[in-house]
């Protein structure tokens, strides 16, 4: 394997994980709470249970009664964040057409779909790698340093997601 496509696997890769970690982090909670269950199935929960001693000295003691009424916490529900999609116009160029689907949850690019991805020549090998790159970047200018090769597909990409992000 040459050294080019382990340089780019690698940041793939990388890409990939800083992404999912980035979603995992972002992530909202649902305000689900729990409600404590009763364990011990020999007593019933209701009847409370006497233990008198036979010594007249002793008063008889009663275990307390067990709360049957769940306990809820008031929860900050967050105002539901909007999820949007917008297609760009299709870009025309040197080797093909690109025309891309962007999703956006609130201000984050959550998706980058690709409607249309012509490339002649292998130059189509790089549309991963470029979504890769503006999903991390959550813009259309990241860093393109480390493509060769794809410099027309690379711009072509680049006007499309720049495209669909002014639909927004």
Do not use: C, H
Request: charged share 10%.
């Amino acid at each position: 394997m040459r050294k080019s496509t382990q340089a780019l696997m690698g940041l793939a890769s990388l890409a990939s994980v800083i992404t999912g970690w980035e979603i995992g982090a972002s992530a909202k909670t649902t305000g689900f709470t729990t409600t404590p269950v009763a364990t011990d199935t020999n007593t019933p929960v209701d009847t409370p249970t006497d233990t008198a001693t036979a010594t007249p000295s002793t008063k008889p003691t009663t275990t307390p009664k067990p709360s049957t009424s769940p306990t809820t916490s008031p929860t900050n529900t967050p105002a539901p964040v909007q999820t949007v999609t917008r297609t760009s116009d299709p870009v025309y160029y040197r080797f093909g057409t690109v025309q891309l689907s962007v999703t956006k949850s609130g201000s984050t690019i959550t998706d980058i779909s690709l409607d249309q991805a012509g490339a002649t020549n292998g130059r189509g090998s790089a549309f991963p790698y470029l979504v890769q790159q503006a999903l991390a970047a959550q813009s259309a200018n990241f860093d393109t340093s480390m493509m060769s090769g794809a410099t027309y597909t690379t711009i072509a990409f680049q006007q499309a997601l720049d495209n669909a992000l002014g639909k927004f």
